[in-house]
């Protein structure tokens, strides 16, 4: 038996709800038998359960999540919905998870119903530094080679975009869009079958294997079943699975206010946008539907910072917009984890009899989520038809503590060095 804990933010994730859901949360209640339970309905978890009810409409699907649909990772993220394949992955590689990203985001899309009301925006990578714009010297000649298309755009054309004179250059990557991560995960589960059962509010406190079928507890109840999905990314391991091959990471994101009519016509003159950096420590920023700026960075290693971050976020807006009033204050500012592995591969595939795997997202979760959901649903019916691991790679082993947090240090300080400005 493994004990779990599980998310328990210091701050709500307070992006702006537009969706309103139809019914109030429901949680799992007694004992019940069913034919799979995922845990976690983020991107992934409802991935597989669609897919699982495509498969066999007949299945009894349970999905239990630790808090409300959107208050976790899901609806914590930046809202990046990228098609283009950026890993550290071979050209010719690359070109084939593009395409899959292509198609899982417009699958995505039309199955949340939102596909005609979000338009595609400006994303793009940005270099502040020398060394960012040689990274993306390099970034153009692996998109040029995996046929990924881009646009070079210079410093003009970033201020005209953004309305800060920051920037030196950048990389407009076309057919990616922004979204509200919270409308999207909210209109993906309200969009899944009635025979599809989901729990909210329902943590995992163990997972148990007996002779034929898993036992998940949860606080009130507990679900038998022959299968087990687990798509609780960062959690993973604390329900005792692949320990020694992730680590959990927080990241840290904030809204100003509702800027004002000026400062909304200089800073989304040519529509929304988002900005990655050159380095991934630096600081992505992004307009919202609402007429705020976002902005995040940084990364604490197996535990959520303190107020201090918000000073850091505060910094680093203020360094591209120094003569805006609004962009000198957060309204909000919240904390949210990612999964990474040693070398970017994720964690997927059948890790037990019967117990199924997709986490190690690597920041990379929205189309990435969907797509390798849907694939793991497939892999539990024998229907294998995209090569996950020949694709993506598999997981390299990571040290134990003391050494893995000493290993993360050593590593971030470096990184963040030559990150720079970036930042």
Same mark, same amino acid.
Not at 304 to 309: P, V
Not at 382 to 387: C, E, F, L, Q, S
């Given at each position: 038996?493994?004990?779990?804990?599980y998310?328990?933010?210091?701050r709500?994730c307070?992006?702006?709800?537009?969706?309103?859901?139809? &019914?109030?949360?429901?949680?799992?209640q007694? @004992?019940?038998?069913c034919?799979?339970?995922i845990?976690?309905?983020g991107?992934?978890?409802?991935?597989?359960?669609?897919?699982?009810?495509?498969l066999?409409?007949?299945l009894?699907? &349970?999905?239990?999540?630790? @808090?409300?649909?959107?208050?976790?990772?899901?609806g914590?993220n930046?809202?990046?919905?990228?098609?283009?394949?950026l890993g550290? %992955?071979?050209?010719?590689?690359? !070109?084939?998870?593009?395409?899959l990203?292509q198609?899982?985001?417009q #699958?995505?899309?039309?199955?949340?119903g939102?596909?005609?009301?979000q338009?595609?925006?400006?994303i793009?990578?940005?270099?502040?530094?020398a060394?960012? @714009?040689?990274?993306?010297?390099?970034l153009?000649?692996f998109?040029?080679k995996?046929g990924?298309?881009?646009?070079?755009?210079?410093?003009?054309?970033?201020?005209?975009?953004?309305?800060?004179?920051?920037?030196?250059?950048?990389l407009?990557?076309?057919h990616n869009?922004?979204?509200?991560?919270v409308?999207l995960i909210?209109?993906?589960?309200?969009?899944?079958?009635?025979?599809?059962?989901?729990?909210e509010?329902?943590?995992?406190l163990s997972?148990?294997k007996?002779s /034929?079928f898993w036992?998940v507890?949860t606080p009130?109840g507990?679900?038998?079943?022959p299968?087990v999905?687990?798509a609780n /990314?960062?959690?993973v391991?604390?329900?005792?699975?692949?320990?020694a091959?992730s680590i959990t990471?927080?990241t840290?994101?904030?809204i100003?206010?509702?800027?004002?009519?000026?400062?909304? !016509?200089?800073t989304s003159?040519?529509?929304q =946008?988002?900005l990655?950096?050159?380095?991934? $420590?630096?600081?992505?920023?992004?307009t919202?539907d609402?007429g705020?700026?976002?902005?995040?960075g940084m990364?604490?290693?197996?535990k959520?910072?303190?107020?201090? /971050?918000e000073?850091?976020l $505060?910094?680093s807006?203020?360094?591209?917009f120094?003569?805006m009033?609004?962009?000198?204050? $957060?309204?909000? =500012? =919240?904390g949210?984890?990612?999964?990474?592995t040693?070398?970017g591969?994720?964690i997927?595939g059948e890790?037990?009899?019967g117990?199924? &795997?997709?986490?190690? &997202?690597?920041? %990379?979760?929205i189309?990435?989520?969907w797509?390798l959901?849907?694939?793991?649903a497939?892999q539990?019916f #024998?229907?294998?038809?995209?090569?996950v691991s020949?694709?993506?790679?598999?997981p390299? =082993?990571?040290p134990?503590e003391?050494?893995?947090k000493?290993g993360?240090?050593v590593?971030?300080?470096?990184?963040?060095?030559?990150?720079?400005e970036?930042?």
């Open positions: 038996m493994a004990s779990s804990t998310p328990s933010y210091l709500a307070d992006w702006p709800r537009t969706v309103i859901k139809t &019914c109030a949360p429901v949680s799992l007694g @004992e019940q038998t034919d799979a339970v845990i976690g309905a991107f992934t978890g409802i991935s597989i359960a669609r897919r699982l009810y495509d066999n409409p007949n009894n699907i &349970c999905i239990v999540e630790a @808090e409300t649909i959107g208050a976790g990772s899901s914590r930046s809202g990046f919905v990228l098609e283009h394949a550290s %992955v071979a050209p010719e590689k690359a !070109a084939q998870i593009h395409k990203y198609d899982a985001h #699958d995505m899309m039309q199955f949340s939102l596909d005609s009301l338009k595609e925006s400006h793009f990578k940005a270099a502040a530094t060394r960012g @714009e040689k990274s993306l010297k390099g153009a000649s998109l040029q995996s990924q298309a881009f646009e070079y755009l210079d410093a003009s054309d970033l201020q005209q975009i953004t309305g800060s004179s920051y920037y030196r250059s950048g407009n990557m076309p869009r922004l979204v509200n991560p409308d909210t209109s993906l589960a309200l969009q899944l079958p009635e025979a599809v059962s989901l729990y509010n329902s943590p995992v997972l148990e007996f /034929n036992k507890q009130d507990s679900l038998k079943a299968k999905f687990l /990314n960062a959690f391991k604390e329900l005792g699975f692949k320990k091959q990471i927080f840290y994101a904030g100003t206010p509702v800027l004002n009519d000026n400062e909304r !016509a200089q003159s040519m529509g =946008w988002g990655l950096p050159a380095h991934r $420590l630096g600081t992505t920023f992004r919202t609402d705020r700026l976002l902005v995040r990364y604490g290693y197996e959520e910072g303190d107020a201090k /971050n000073d850091i $505060l910094k807006l203020e360094k591209r120094p003569d009033e609004s962009a000198r204050q $957060l309204e909000k =500012w =919240w949210g984890t990612t999964s990474l040693a070398n591969a994720p997927w890790i037990k009899a117990l199924f &795997c997709s986490s190690g &997202c690597n920041g %990379v979760g189309v990435k989520g797509l959901g849907a694939a793991l497939d539990s #024998d229907k294998n038809k995209i090569p020949k694709l993506f790679g598999t390299t =082993w990571m134990p003391p050494f893995r000493l993360f240090l590593a971030s300080t470096i990184e963040k060095q030559m990150a720079g970036e930042r």
